[in-house]
């Protein structure tokens, strides 16, 4: 059975900063990239970073230079580092495991969503 599961949300003032982590099990960790959706209210879900097998990142522009995303294969997780949090960055985080298909990826499994609220 494939779980992730994330942790690290809470309430940070605006400038402030979190780390969100996604433990996975279920899936050889190893073998598949791993991405960062948000979703605020009335708004779609985005991927906001993606960070390949081989440990090659991007980002949404809305968070490039404050956000950066990594892995670490010995434990089975994915992180997320967010600083200079913005109000605008308040939503809920999910964890994706990204399959590897030829010419793209498909987002094979979910986390079951960190809040993140930025105010003051």
């Known amino acids: 059975q494939v779980q992730l599961v994330e942790s690290g949300g809470g309430l940070v003032q605006p400038g402030g900063s979190l780390r969100l982590s996604c433990a996975a099990s279920?899936?050889?960790?190893?073998?598949?990239?791993m991405g960062w959706y948000r979703q605020a209210p009335g708004k779609e879900r985005e991927l906001v970073a993606a960070?390949?097998?081989?440990?090659?990142?991007t980002y949404a522009d809305s968070v490039k230079g404050r956000f950066t995303i990594s892995r670490d294969n010995a434990k089975n997780t994915a992180y997320l580092q967010m600083n200079s949090l913005k109000p605008e960055d308040t939503a809920v985080y999910y964890c994706?495991?990204?399959?590897?298909?030829?010419?793209?990826?498909?987002?094979?499994?979910w986390g079951q969503g960190t809040q993140v609220t930025v105010a003051s």
């Open positions: 279920g899936i050889i960790f190893s073998s598949n990239a």
């Open positions: 960070v390949t097998v081989d440990g090659r990142a």
């Open positions: 994706v495991a990204r399959i590897v298909l030829a010419g793209g990826y498909r987002d094979a499994y």
